[in-house]
């Protein structure tokens, strides 16, 4: 019943339920009715004044003193039906609280049966697909229902995911995911993941970071490989390719300044033809991916790493000699492509990035996988707040972040309580960048 289809009650009916006296008492009777299968049975209690003890009893024709009192919902009911009112309690309360009420209990098992019926037919998928026996599946399921990660996204949302992450896998043959030998097996067929996506889903962006289908196919290859969920995105693409799966890799990109490998390889050859002409580079993970897998610096050769463009930029203008890395934040997999084989090449990569929580989660990151910080550690924090005119101090936004590289930083940072961002130590870093390289 919709609002508009409510019974309506006359003005003078009305004025006289709806006084503030009367408030609490609808208020009981909404909540008992909406537990109570909207059936007027039972008892409330309401907290009744002088008015509101004077209003009731009318209605109920009887003397009532004022105070806690215990009201018998088939009274009010019978009560109201025979008034002026002229309809139950339900119309009554759903007028004077201004919306209808909802069978609650009625609400619940349908919703119950609902999951029942999804849970139903995701085993019905897994059979017709021949995936219902695959060693991962009491894992996978396990963990969907343990983690809540489906009653979250909603009964709609969860069953249509479930649907197209089915169709997903079954797509994917030939991989751990799937039990066949080898006279069954078949040729493995390499996807982009947005055309696997518009195959399966529908949509393109379909299996996007972040997608609830996209979560669970990577919990079932990670569940079907007998691996840890990834913490990272780069660890999730890695989990698509192990099934033969490529995600984007040509947009996202890493900027770099000067770096040179060396080397006769036509790749290494170009780098250095762009350091000589003093060019910024824009690499991209597939670029990564097909350069000669050599070091990509003389062992020991110190690597600047910085979070924002604008410092890789000043190294430009001011043609600064050192190798800089910028990863605009936190970086893309192109970055962390490049972070790993110059960490594995033998390179001292050193990194520095905003005094801000954000910043400070990135620097932990980047620190975490092999850099060491560059002017990271309280000393150079406090350093920076006292070369900044306090109208330009910002104070520090969201929640504050571990600074494992240098725990006293995280403590004095939520002492001061003001960022520093990198772009204001710039002076700082383009005098590494000339003493480093000398």
């Known amino acids: 019943m919709t609002p508009s289809s409510l019974p309506q009650l006359s003005a003078p009916v009305r004025s006289y339920l709806n006084d503030p006296s009367l408030t609490a008492l609808w208020a009981a009777a909404r909540k008992r009715l909406e537990r109570n299968r909207l059936a007027p049975t039972g008892t409330v209690q309401a907290q009744l004044d002088a008015e509101g003890a004077k209003r009731l009893g009318g209605l109920l024709g009887t003397r009532l003193e004022p105070g806690l009192r215990r009201i018998q919902l088939g009274a009010l009911d019978a009560a109201l039906r025979a008034s002026a009112a002229q309809c139950g309690l339900v119309s009554v309360v759903s007028e004077l609280t201004g919306q209808p009420l909802q069978d609650r209990v009625s609400a619940k098992e349908a919703q119950q049966t609902a999951w029942t019926a999804m849970w139903q037919e995701l085993d019905a ?42 169709r997903t896998i079954s797509a994917l043959t030939n991989t751990p995911l799937h039990s066949r030998s080898g006279t069954e097996a078949e ?11 518009a195959h399966t889903t529908g949509d393109a962006h379909g299996l996007d970071e972040g997608r609830l289908t996209g979560i669970l196919v990577l919990k079932a290859i990670a569940a079907a490989c007998t691996l ?13 390719e192990r099934v033969g799966v490529r995600t984007d890799s040509v947009s996202g990109t890493i900027m770099v300044w000067r770096l040179a490998p060396p080397g006769g390889h036509p790749w290494a050859q170009m780098m250095r033809t762009r350091r000589d002409l003093a060019l910024v580079t824009h690499l991209t993970l597939q670029e990564l991916r097909t350069a000669p897998d050599t070091a990509l610096t003389v062992p020991g050769t110190t690597v600047h790493f910085c979070e924002n463009p604008q410092v890789l930029q000043a190294a430009a203008r001011y043609g600064a000699p050192g190798i800089l890395v910028c990863g605009s934040g936190n970086p893309s997999a192109a970055g962390w492509e490049l972070l790993r084989r110059l960490i594995a090449g033998g390179a001292d990569v050193i990194y520095h990035g905003d005094f801000d929580w954000p910043g400070i989660v990135i620097a932990d990151r980047v ?9 990271m550690h309280a000393a150079d924090y406090l350093n920076a707040l006292t070369e900044l005119p306090a109208e330009r101090l910002l104070a520090l936004d969201g929640p504050p972040a571990p600074t494992p590289w240098d725990p006293q930083l995280a403590d004095v940072m939520t002492q001061n309580d003001f960022a520093v961002h990198e772009e204001a130590q710039l002076h700082h870093l383009l005098a590494d960048l000339r003493h480093d390289s000398a």
Do not use: Y
């Open 187 to 197: 040729a493995v067929k390499q996807w982009e993941l947005s055309e696997l996506a």
């Open 125 to 166: 998928d897994l059979t017709c697909t021949g995936l219902a026996h695959a060693g991962w599946i009491a894992d996978w399921l396990g963990e969907l229902r343990s983690t809540g990660i489906l009653t979250r996204a909603g009964i709609e949302a969860a069953t249509s995911a479930l649907g197209s992450a089915i």
């Open 228 to 240: 840890p969920w990834p913490d990272s995105a780069a660890g999730r693409r890695l989990l698509w």
């Open 367 to 375: 620190i975490r996988a092999g850099a060491r910080p560059w002017r």
